[in-house]
């Protein structure tokens, strides 16, 4: 039992090392897990979640916004751009919010193409974090069920 | 409509009840209410929280809300931050208020928040690193 605590809580390291890595993530992730105790031990769960139905919700407005026929509101699309840089920038959704940066930079220009193009990315961003983030949880989840403790994770 | 989350009311041994940190946390994002209310909640204050400006304002309107820290967010739909922290102060609340920017805000439009009538102004995102030091001072006073 104990090689495999010792072997997922590896996995669980390496994992979450490699999300940081490739930019998924940043300090405010780690920050994000800090505040998680006792007291709050869903905490971090919780408010990714609600990161992700913002994710929708924001999306659905810009699209929403980018498809109306004659001319686009870039100021109403710049709006949610600027709400969902906010929340991702809060939870350490360190892609989600470099996209939102370029994006806002298009509104702004009034740039169609490029607006289109930010938001076909934007989607496809957070919904790969979402998966990656489950995938961690996962491994968390394993790991105590196998008997073992989260291990902290130092990135630096 | 604002909603409130309590903490537990410590007791000291000379059976004075010590006051929690009162906290209205006003965003109209509800990623960022929930982490300000886990961040208030880490250093052992309570919060209620309000969607916009507007609610704020609101819940300011029959003169029994107190608060000891109000964080406002800037943009926000219906009342942004500015308007609403300008008429807080008209109305003579004396919460200390914490503007919440971002890093876009340029020098002009901090300023301006700033003279709208905030004690401090932070950039996002918060953490407990940021507002302990400044909820510190307002304990001190």
Do not use: W
Request: overall charge negative; hydrophobic content about 40%.
């Amino acid at each position: 039992m104990d090689a495999l605590v010792a072997q997922l809580q590896m996995q669980y390291r390496n994992y979450t090392v490699s999300l940081y890595q490739q930019g998924f993530l940043d300090d405010q992730f780690t920050e994000l897990k800090k505040l998680q105790d006792d007291a709050s031990p869903d905490f971090v769960a919780e408010v990714l979640s609600l990161f992700f139905e913002d994710c929708v919700k924001l999306i659905g407005n810009m699209a929403r916004a980018l498809d109306q026929t004659g001319t686009v509101d870039f100021s109403q699309v710049g709006a949610s751009v600027h709400q969902l840089k906010g929340s991702s920038s809060s939870v350490g959704a360190k892609r989600v919010k470099g996209l939102c940066v370029t994006f806002k930079e298009y509104c702004e220009a009034n740039n169609y193409e490029g607006c289109v193009r930010c938001l076909q990315q934007v989607d496809i961003e957070y919904k790969a974090l979402q998966t990656k983030l489950q995938d961690m949880f996962n491994l968390e989840k394993q790991i105590i069920q196998a008997g073992g403790k989260v291990p902290q994770v130092d990135i630096n | 409509m604002a909603t409130t989350s309590t903490g537990d009311i410590e007791k000291t041994k000379s059976v004075e009840v010590k006051k929690k940190l009162n906290v209205l946390i006003v965003d109209d994002d509800p990623v960022i209410r929930k982490l300000h209310e886990i961040i208030i909640k880490s250093i052992g204050g309570i919060s209620q929280t309000a969607k916009n400006g507007e609610e704020a304002v609101n819940i300011h309107r029959d003169g029994n809300a107190s608060f000891d820290l109000i964080l406002m967010d800037k943009e926000m739909p219906e009342r942004d931050g500015l308007s609403a922290t300008k008429k807080l102060r008209e109305m003579k609340v004396t919460s200390m208020i914490i503007g919440v920017t971002t890093l876009a805000d340029n020098e002009e439009e901090r300023k301006a928040f700033m003279e709208a009538g905030l004690n401090h102004c932070l950039a996002k995102p918060l953490s407990k690193a940021k507002i302990l030091p400044l909820i510190n001072n307002l304990m001190d006073a």
